[in-house]
């Protein structure tokens, strides 16, 4: 069983700056992805980003310049940098856990992030 808790979710002004972090515990495939989602209310659940155990990254355009992934693997802990922020911003941030090899994934609980304008 894998278990991830995210924190760092909260309220700031436009423009501000969040970190977002996600811890995972349990028996954890050293060789996976781990990303981040958010839901805004009403709509879909969509990708933010993501990176692999080696450190490759990838990001939605729309976060593209101002939101930064990166991992600690000794921590099992995928951290999302968010700077510049918008209202459009505002969602619930999920972190995600694939398995490379067997595909199995794991969802956070979620953390509330809201941008005031």
């Known amino acids: 069983q894998v278990r991830l808790v995210e924190s760092g979710g909260g309220l700031v002004q436009a423009g501000g700056s969040l970190r977002l972090s996600c811890t995972a515990s349990?028996?954890?495939?050293?060789?996976?992805?781990m990303g981040w989602y958010r839901q805004a209310p009403g709509k879909q659940r969509e990708w933010v980003a993501q990176?692999?155990?080696?450190?490759?990254?990838n990001y939605a355009d729309s976060v593209k310049g101002r939101f930064t992934i990166s991992r600690d693997n000794a921590k099992n802990t995928v951290y999302l940098q968010m700077n510049s922020l918008k209202p459009e911003d505002t969602a619930v941030y999920y972190c995600?856990?694939?398995?490379?090899?067997?595909?199995?994934?794991?969802w956070g609980q979620g953390t509330q992030v809201t941008v005031s304008s």
């Open positions: 995600k856990l694939v398995a490379t090899i067997t595909g199995y994934f794991y």
């Open positions: 349990g028996s954890i495939s050293s060789i996976n992805v």
């Open positions: 990176i692999a155990s080696g450190g490759s990254t």
